[in-house]
């Protein structure tokens, strides 16, 4: 459970676009949540540039992720599997800029990924806002800053690289750590964005499960509960916030996630069985559950502040 349970609420545009044009997709948290998770928000889906958030936008008191053990935060992630990922992120930035450089982690957790660099031979450096995971990653040599994202001295620094991998959909702000990314990167640096693809048809499916059941909820998102996803992305939406902060879209993959455990039962194992069909369709109409990006810094900057 989070340490805190104070949540400060703000009217805010689109995130990403800063329209104020929204389709309601549906009640998210509290009573609107089969396990009472966290407090009832509204989903909301940007007209302009497809964004997820939640309006009113419901701002933490206090970091929630403090209230998250590492062993729990991170139980579905494979120490193993993140180091090979991070050794392959690695690889390919080689191949891409013709070069082993500096390598920066925003919400680097317990370091797996910078692991892997390290032992591909990349200088790699952390930043993490919650001291517990912090602590882990300083402890394999990783020099981490615990700082948040957004305000982090890190980003004041040149680096060949940055990973954001599962990091954007957690920022209230997001096009403001993109900017401040792009002025870390040096000429031709590469950004890696990873994140859940809300425009998913495992998502939609999910959200019209709810409607046949009466309910007016929404899979989208989970703002005031852990994983603490506060802005969903689509292709449209990711594309719109690189380019907006300056970048060139290199490579974007849609993914496929493994399906999920959802608990004992017969309904639950229906609705898993249900879950693997639809992903499975997912997967040949181009609407898997992730997105993931490479980009470059195209000089000069093109957006604008």
Not at 3 to 23: F, G, N
Not at 47 to 73: H, R, T
Not at 111 to 124: D, I, N, T
Not at 248 to 263: D, E, M, S
Request: with cysteine; glycine share 10%.
């Amino acid at each position: 459970m989070s340490v805190t349970s104070e949540w400060r609420s703000e009217d805010r545009p689109c995130p990403i676009c800063d329209h104020h044009r929204a389709r309601q997709i549906g009640q998210r948290g509290g009573k609107a949540d089969r396990l009472k998770r966290g407090v009832e928000t509204t989903v909301v889906r940007c007209l302009e540039c497809d964004a997820f958030y939640c309006s009113p936008m419901l701002i933490p008191v206090g970091n929630p992720y403090e209230g998250e053990s590492p062993q729990k935060y991170f139980e579905v992630h494979d120490p193993e599997t993140k180091e090979r990922i991070g050794f392959e992120l690695a690889g390919f930035a080689e191949t891409a800029l013709g070069y082993k450089g500096r390598m920066l982690e925003l919400g680097c957790g317990r370091g797996e990924l910078l692991q892997g660099a390290a032992r591909a031979g990349w200088k790699v450096y952390g930043v993490d806002r919650t001291s517990s995971y912090a602590e882990i990653a300083a402890r394999k040599g990783i020099e981490v800053e615990c700082a948040g994202v957004e305000e982090c001295e890190s980003l004041n620094r040149t680096y060949d690289v940055v990973l954001l991998p599962a990091i954007l959909e957690h920022l209230y702000t997001p096009l403001q750590t993109l900017r401040r990314v792009y002025r870390a990167l040096a000429s031709r640096g590469l950004i890696y964005v990873e994140v859940p693809n809300e425009g998913s048809l495992t998502t939609a499916a999910a959200n019209l499960y709810r409607r046949l059941q009466g309910r007016n909820w929404a899979q989208n998102l989970s703002p005031t509960f852990s994983p603490y996803h506060v802005v969903g992305f689509t292709p449209k939406s990711l594309c719109d916030a690189l380019n907006g902060s300056g970048f060139r879209i290199h490579t974007l993959k849609i993914n496929q996630y493994a399906p999920i455990n959802l608990g004992s039962g017969l309904l639950r194992q229906i609705e898993r069985a249900a879950s693997i069909v639809i992903q499975t369709l997912a997967a040949k109409l181009g609407r898997g559950d992730g997105l993931e990006c490479w980009a470059m810094k195209t000089t000069p900057q093109i957006y604008i502040d």
